[in-house]
């Protein structure tokens, strides 16, 4: 093995794992599963984000047109995630190997107390060589609760268990310069911090996936800035992960930047799950963008928009209403209104408890 990552995480999407008729592909999913096998018996632990139950549930049951897309996804999911996870478990056990179900929904990841929760379990689950495969719990998820796509399950898995490198793996070869399917498209083999390639992106969703091009793009922007590798390749194609592992195989790589804190990571996939808001002078927002080690001190707060307790992740606002960041309040909504454009008082976000958005 060529690149010496320990741990990685491997997210699987909807159209790598069914044939063009919608149904599960069988022999790809056991070409797959052989892979991890090997990387695996290399002495590298994987960590499975697996899309595809959706996609399962449609092979065995039809439903009206009719039906409420909500529900039609619950029963959908509910369905098809046993045929998944029983696929899988098949599988692995052929390979005298172990594997274990774990569904969560955007909800676990907002408290603090339910994140530590899940990493542990993931913990305990790789301490005994056992490979988690993890899926957005659709039958309880509903509309406001899910997450974009499994490619944002995927980054917060790789955040939370600080892996060696986050793995995507698609229904193309990489992130193009252009059009995929034009002949004049080349694939844009590395990307780095300050690298402009929203224009080159199709905006257009996948057949079978929530996400597309545009969601991969800022969850892999986001988790290498965190300080994690990102790799985006082409599920379909053979040998992929071990040849991806050994660098024999054009892709798309997103370098790392500094590694961040366990806590900065969580920090930073909390933009939904914030619960209030400030807003702060230019001189404090520039401060805490400026890339040094600066706290926001109740002198910058110019107004404290909406409540939030001690604890509590909270954004932070410029001037203009644009959030520049997020972060863990040291104290409540009521003592820092006491406390705007004061002197003298303890900051209302430690500089370690604070992730820039930008």
């Known amino acids: 093995m060529a690149v010496a990552y320990k741990r990685i995480v491997v997210k699987i999407g909807s159209n790598v794992l069914t044939r063009p008729d919608g149904l599960p592909d069988q022999v790809r999913i056991e070409h797959l599963v052989s892979q991890i096998v090997k990387l695996k018996n290399a002495g590298i632990t994987v960590v499975l984000v697996s899309s595809g139950a959706v996609a399962a549930g449609r092979s065995m049951i039809t439903l009206s047109e009719k039906q409420d897309a909500v529900a ?29 179900q774990v569904l969560v929904t955007k909800e676990d990841f907002r408290d603090r107390k339910h994140y ?33 796509d499994n490619d944002e ?12 490198a986050l793995i995507i793996l698609s229904n193309v070869n990489g992130i193009y310069n252009g059009d995929p399917k034009s002949p004049d498209s080349i694939i844009i083999q590395q ?21 597309g ?25 053979q040998d992929i992960l071990t040849d991806l592992i050994a660098q024999k195989v054009e892709h798309t790589y997103f370098v790392p930047e500094k590694n961040t804190s366990g806590k900065k990571k969580w920090i930073a996939h909390s933009e939904h799950s914030a619960t209030g808001s400030v807003q702060l002078n230019r001189g404090a927002a520039d401060a805490l963008i400026s890339g040094q080690a ?16 001690k604890g509590d992740i909270i954004r932070l606002l410029d001037e203009n209403g644009k959030l520049i960041g997020l972060g863990i309040a040291d104290y409540g909504s009521d003592k820092a209104k006491e406390r705007i454009g004061q002197k003298g008082h303890k900051s209302l976000v430690h500089y370690n408890y604070f992730y820039a958005v930008s």
């Open 72 to 100: 039609a996804r619950q029963l959908l999911a509910s369905i098809g995630q046993i045929k998944l996870i029983n696929t899988y478990l098949a599988l692995f056990e052929k390979q005298q190997m172990l594997c274990s």
């Open 116 to 148: 530590l929760n899940i990493k542990n379990c993931l913990s305990i689950l790789l301490k005994h060589k056992v490979i988690p495969i993890i899926n957005e719990n659709d039958v309880v998820s509903v509309t406001e609760l899910m997450f974009t």
């Open 153 to 164: 399950l995927a980054g917060l898995v790789a955040s939370m268990l600080e892996a060696d």
């Open 191 to 211: 990307i780095k911090k300050d690298d402009r390639i929203d224009s080159f992106i199709n905006t257009a969703k996948s057949g079978l996936g929530r996400g």
């Open 213 to 237: 091009m545009v969601t991969k793009l800022g969850m892999a922007q986001k988790v290498a800035k965190l300080g994690i590798p990102v790799h985006i390749a082409n599920g379909t194609r």
């Open 294 to 309: 600066r706290s926001l001190l109740p002198v910058g707060i110019t107004e404290v928009l909406s409540s939030f307790q």
